[in-house]
């Protein structure tokens, strides 16, 4: 019975994929994104409940998992990309590289780069007058595939679905090392934000995933050194899963941090020897008031308490870094040294980052998450993995500001939950309960 329900449940995920486009077409890309979200939430989180039981925990079950998961990623292959232009920026840089010029060095609109550009990919670039802020692992995985498949939407996202293959393998193989039951792979496999900002949008955030989940395994069977060398690289991919090495840090031992450190001083050195603090690239202008987006708990700290003007705010944005640096030291601190710690300490660093980071929150900052909730149950954040969606309303109703009531409508629900989760029934259970959990 659990098997034919999961069937049915991919068999309608499927159709809703499939009608995106149309939804797309009919209420405009990004509303009707938002509504193919949302049908396919509720799909996705029974999905979750009976794949996670232990009654249903067959191979059969497992199978049904995983090929629905691919088939909604091979039906994304195929698509235009709506959702963001990030992508067209990736092809633009691996194509600068291979030219032999630092991505870092120029912008797209530079005079420098002029026989570079095209009529397909320069032109969907965005921030043209803005050099590149995605650090050199990225770069690399951009250069790597401009080699392979030049200018290629198809070709990148392909290299994303190995990336998503490699993260389904590493997450069956840590889930059994915590006694969870490995149809619980569904928390990533079928999670829509997954599906649309990996393989549909392009995000290099997936590529993220399974080094963190690498650097996660190698933690846990005590190799420091390897595990801090497969942090590093995931920094280099995109910086914040920087938040993952004080809390899966031991005082004693000093070999898992320095390792982190050297590998992204490394992967940054050939840049910084040729263009210097130009390495950065767009970062320093990313922590501007025009880049704000989607801001999370900082805009209510900011509404209020009445501060205004550039000097609050950055006065607040310091204070929220600062408490994210406290809060994920203190959960290192707190964290037991097992597989099942690590799990916890990496869900709640990257929570916490979730909370209190003070810039931009755009849906695929989320992604990172998911593999976590495979194992560390958390229905704030399993919400929020779904209502996060909800920020792309913003682009539907432009030019008017962000509107209240979908901020309210997706960070209200988060809040709430989390404030049950630290004081309600919802308070997160001992470690001995974590291998038994269902979802």
């Not at 990030?86 to 002029?114: K, N, T």
């Not at 193989?173 to 490995?182: A, H, N």
């Not at 950055?314 to 600062?322: D, G």
């Not at 916890?344 to 755009?362: E, I, Q």
Request: net charge positive; proline share 9%.
């Amino acid at each position: 019975m659990a098997l034919a329900a999961l069937l049915s449940l991919g068999v309608l995920s499927t159709v809703v994929y499939v009608a995106t486009g149309w939804l797309g077409e009919r209420l405009g890309p990004h509303a009707g994104h938002v509504v193919a979200v949302a049908l396919l939430f509720p799909p996705y989180l029974a999905a979750v409940w009976l794949a996670t039981r232990r009654a249903a925990a067959s191979r059969a079950v497992l199978a049904a998992v995983l090929g629905f998961g691919l088939l909604f990623r091979l039906l994304q292959l195929a698509t235009p990309v709506y959702l963001s232009s990030d992508l067209y920026r990736y092809l633009w840089d691996g194509r600068v590289q291979l030219a032999g010029i630092s991505p870092y060095r120029y912008p797209p609109a530079a005079p420098e780069l002029a026989e570079l550009r095209d009529g397909d990919v320069h032109p969907r670039i965005n921030r043209p007058t803005a050099r590149t802020i995605y650090p050199p692992g990225a770069q690399g995985l951009f250069a790597a595939t401009a080699a392979l498949a030049p200018d290629s939407v198809l070709g990148w996202r392909l290299v994303l679905l190995v990336m998503e293959a490699a993260t389904v393998l590493l997450l069956l193989r840590l889930l059994r090392g915590v006694g969870v039951p490995p149809a619980a792979v569904v928390v990533y496999a079928w999670a829509p934000l997954v599906v649309f900002e990996g393989v549909q949008a392009g995000h290099v955030d997936v590529a993220v995933v399974p080094l963190v989940l690498l650097a996660l395994g190698l933690r846990s069977a005590g190799a420091p050194v390897a595990a801090g060398i497969a942090l590093g690289l995931a920094v280099l991919v995109k910086l914040y899963p920087v938040v993952l090495m004080p809390a899966w840090w031991r005082r004693s031992d000093w070999r898992f941090p320095v390792a982190v450190a050297a590998t992204v001083a490394l992967g940054y050195l050939p840049h910084a020897l040729t263009v210097g603090t130009g390495a950065l690239g767009f970062l320093p202008e990313y922590f501007g008031s025009s880049e704000d987006f989607n801001v999370g708990l900082r805009a209510v700290v900011t509404w209020s308490l009445g501060f205004g003007g550039e000097a609050a705010r950055a006065a607040v944005m310091a204070a929220f870094f600062a408490a994210l640096a406290a809060a994920v030291v203190w959960i290192g601190r707190r964290r037991s040294p097992d597989a099942p710690g690590l799990w916890r300490a990496g869900a709640a660093a990257v929570g916490a980052y979730l909370l209190l980071v003070p810039t931009s929150m755009h849906p695929w900052y989320v992604l990172w998450l998911v593999p976590f909730l495979a194992v560390v149950p958390a229905p704030a954040w399993l919400y929020f993995s779904g209502g996060v969606t909800l920020s792309y309303l913003k682009y539907a109703v432009e030019p008017l500001p962000f509107p209240w009531w979908v901020w309210l409508a997706e960070y209200g629900p988060l809040y709430g939950l989390l404030l049950l989760a630290a004081t309600g029934p919802l308070a997160a259970r001992p470690p001995s309960a974590l291998p038994a959990r269902t979802a």
